[in-house]
């Protein structure tokens, strides 16, 4: 059974940096699958945030409208991979969730972590 | 960018009703189409996937239809764990976009 978890602090200062780690267990990290961050506001819908490949170089695609702020990352050893979000805003308050993207979809999600981002 | 546009944005029916979704592609993503369920305080759940295959352990009530720009999400008799947020996705050149949900409420 694929297992995601999100970890990290759930509070961020304005201007700071937002830091999650998403652990992967039940399933190889180095595959064929993508690893992605995907956010929601409260009472809003799903903002895809970007992906991470799971094989090879590990490239990265990110949403054009965050692109300039996001960084993804993946410890192959660690079995778990990462969201670097700079800059913060109140508006990057959210629940944040990491899943495994099979091809062109989303088929296993963490729970989901709640960052707000204040002062 | 491909926006998709869902509708209705809330749907009032009582269980046992049939239930039709929309969701419409600003431009073609061929068969390119998902569609997820989010309950309250829970993660979204793969439901469909390339239009109109159901992913894994997904009741055979839920079907979707669909190609090109039109798209369609029916559940043929609701239940009441059914009553949610419904949502499509769809990726086309690299990049990734979800329709705005539509409101699954009960009458």
């Known amino acids: 059974q694929v297992q995601l978890q999100e970890s990290g602090p759930g509070l961020v200062k304005p201007s700071g940096t937002l830091s999650l780690t998403c652990a992967v267990s039940?399933?190889?990290?180095?595959?064929?699958?993508?690893f992605g961050w995907v956010r929601q506001a409260s009472g809003k819908g799903l903002e895809w945030i970007g992906d991470i490949y799971g094989s090879g170089s590990g490239s990265t695609i990110y949403n054009p409208s965050l692109k300039s702020r996001v960084t993804i990352s993946l410890d192959k050893s660690k079995k778990q991979f990462s969201l670097r979000l700079k800059s913060v805003t109140a508006a990057d308050t959210a629940e944040y969730y990491c899943a495994r993207r099979n091809s062109d979809y989303f088929d296993y999600w963490g729970q989901g972590t709640l960052v707000t981002v204040s002062s | 960018e491909i926006v998709l546009t869902q509708s209705p944005a809330t749907l009032s029916l009582s269980p046992g009703e049939r239930a039709t979704l929309s969701c419409r592609a600003s431009q073609s993503v061929r068969s390119y189409l998902a569609w997820y369920q989010q309950k309250r305080g829970q993660a979204p759940r793969l439901l469909i996937y390339d239009a109109s295959n159901r992913a894994t352990g997904i009741p055979a009530r839920f079907s979707g239809s669909g190609s090109g720009t039109d798209f369609t999400l029916t559940i043929s008799s609701l239940e009441p764990e059914d009553f949610a947020v419904y949502y499509c996705q769809q990726r086309s050149n690299w990049l990734i976009t979800f329709g705005q949900g539509t409101r699954l409420e009960i009458k």
């Open positions: 039940g399933a190889s990290i180095i595959s064929s699958d993508w």
